[in-house]
């Protein structure tokens, strides 16, 4: 029987995984719950064992719908969220609860790395933001320092799983790029910046491209999973965004998607590496050889529909997207609510920890639908601005693919569509990208197979074009969206 391929993706909110076999079918997927906690304010916080049961219950329910296919996998691909700080101690164990990307404490320390490292944003391909890792370390250090001392490695979120599966050490230059500790040109770590946070190389792990074999499945789980007949390769694999751009065919100088997970991203690949901090675009190597990629990074997507949903008292999310598209054509464009949708804070373009959503314009008669229609569109515009700052950085952004939850809906596409004035293209799958494209990177590890070869874009399920009405309307409301934000900006920090 024909060998498959396993796809793990840590997300934020769930652990996802998909088998494929080599024709990139779909064979089984699963995905298992995750809580965030967020014991005081700007902290947010996950335990990394939990996603280790979360993807022990996912991989269980794969085996349960295709036990023979299960049997026949080669290799493992692994995507992540990423920017999270997961600190071990000599024993391997978690020190404690691992800090994740949209933790905003750690403002102070970015201050103090920025002058501790010269030209930090031409090194690490961004200016440092709470969000990313090594100012978590440095919050860590001055605040917990009893724990720090005993810190014995320093992993990051889909590189704990790794660890669990095959006792190696090991990262990607994605993942490794959202760290504010790797050198992006080199692709490797920086002393300079793990001087700044007081870590040495030993603590970190080993740097390999996304296609390499990064280890094997030890033979605890393999027995575990039932996959004891062969060895299982685990490839280096990807941080989610850049799993999300091999999944979606992104791999070539100048494509571009918009991914609309519990944040949101807008990614576009290069053949080169190229800066821009002073715009707050990342500028970050790719898992591929090679490769690197700009990526305006937005905290808040497809979560804030969940949020408006749970607000205006509704379970049926499906079920008020459609009442809100029924109604969109109809209602009264003078009505409209405006929706800053920073719940989590913002990094581009705004680098504001303390940001938060604001509904502007409610009155006595605002409906349920009234408010999603404006979370829709409050995303949409956020997508724009993040647009400028790529376009700020010398990178057009013409078209683009869309992927992740968000890209299930047709209308949400055609309000992003419009706002950004590109045509946007769904391709069939895409809401699953990340643990696809890890599933992709394990079949490369263990095949040698070209990246162009494998990495090909999926079947086109639709095109979306802007709507020139709805665009003219849309430049008038941005003008406001960016004026609210700007108001309301020292009184967030207050």
Not at 66 to 83: N, V
Not at 354 to 363: E, M, P
């Amino acid at each position: 029987m024909a060998e498959t391929y396993l796809g793990i993706d840590v997300g934020t909110s769930a652990v996802k995984v998909v088998l494929v076999d080599r024709t990139q079918a779909p064979l089984a997927s699963a995905s298992t719950g995750l809580m965030t906690s967020r014991p005081r304010p700007l902290w947010s916080e996950q335990d990394p064992e939990d996603w280790w049961r979360a993807t022990q219950t996912a991989v269980a329910e794969i085996r349960r719908q295709a036990p023979d296919r299960f049997s026949t996998i080669a290799a493992i691909g692994l995507s992540g969220q990423m920017h999270g700080a997961v600190l071990l101690d000599d024993q391997d164990r978690p020190l404690r609860p691992a800090i994740l990307w949209n933790d905003g404490r750690a403002t102070t320390e970015c201050a103090e790395l920025a002058a501790e490292v010269p030209g930090l944003g031409r090194i690490a391909g961004i200016t440092a933001m709470p969000g990313l890792t090594a100012p978590k370390l440095l919050w860590v250090r001055r605040h917990e320092p009893d724990l720090f001392r005993r810190v014995a490695r320093v992993l990051l979120p889909k590189d704990y799983i790794r660890f669990k599966l095959t006792g190696e050490a090991v990262t990607d230059p994605s993942d490794a790029a959202g760290s504010l500790l790797l050198d992006e040109a080199a692709r490797d770590w920086s002393p300079p910046l793990l001087d700044a946070c007081g870590l040495t190389l030993a603590q970190m792990p080993r740097v390999v491209d996304g296609t390499s074999a990064a280890g094997c499945l030890i033979p605890a789980v393999a027995q575990d999973w039932g996959l004891t007949h062969r060895t299982v390769i685990v490839a280096g694999g990807a941080g989610d965004a850049a799993a999300g751009a091999v999944g979606i065919g992104a791999v070539t100088d100048g494509d571009a998607f918009i991914s609309l997970g519990t944040s949101a991203q807008i990614f576009v690949t290069t053949g080169e590496y190229r800066p821009a901090p002073e715009t707050l675009i990342h500028g970050f190597a790719h898992t591929l050889p090679a490769t690197w990629f700009q990526m305006a990074a937005l905290l808040n997507g497809a979560s804030v529909v969940e949020w408006a949903a749970r607000l205006v008292g509704e379970t049926d999310i499906g079920a008020l997207l459609a009442r809100t598209e029924a109604e969109f054509d109809s209602r009264d464009r003078s009505r409209r609510l405006l929706f800053l949708p920073y719940l989590a804070g913002e990094r581009t373009p705004h680098d504001d920890p303390h940001a938060r959503g604001v509904l502007f314009g409610l009155a006595p008669d605002t409906t349920p639908t009234d408010v999603m229609l404006a979370v829709l569109e409050g995303v949409a515009l956020s997508l724009r601005e993040a647009r400028d700052c790529l376009t700020a950085a010398g990178t057009r952004v013409d078209t683009a693919a869309v992927i992740g939850g968000g890209a299930r809906s047709p209308f949400w596409t055609r309000l992003i569509a419009s706002a950004l004035g590109i045509p946007i293209t769904r391709y069939a799958g895409s809401e699953s990208g990340p643990a696809f494209g890890a599933a992709r990177l394990a079949r490369i590890a263990v095949t040698g197979e070209a990246v162009e070869a494998v990495c090909v874009k999926p079947p086109v399920l639709d095109v979306t074009r802007p709507d020139p009405a709805l665009g003219v309307t849309y430049d008038q409301t941005f003008i406001r969206f960016k004026r609210l934000y700007r108001a309301l900006r020292e009184e967030f920090k207050a």
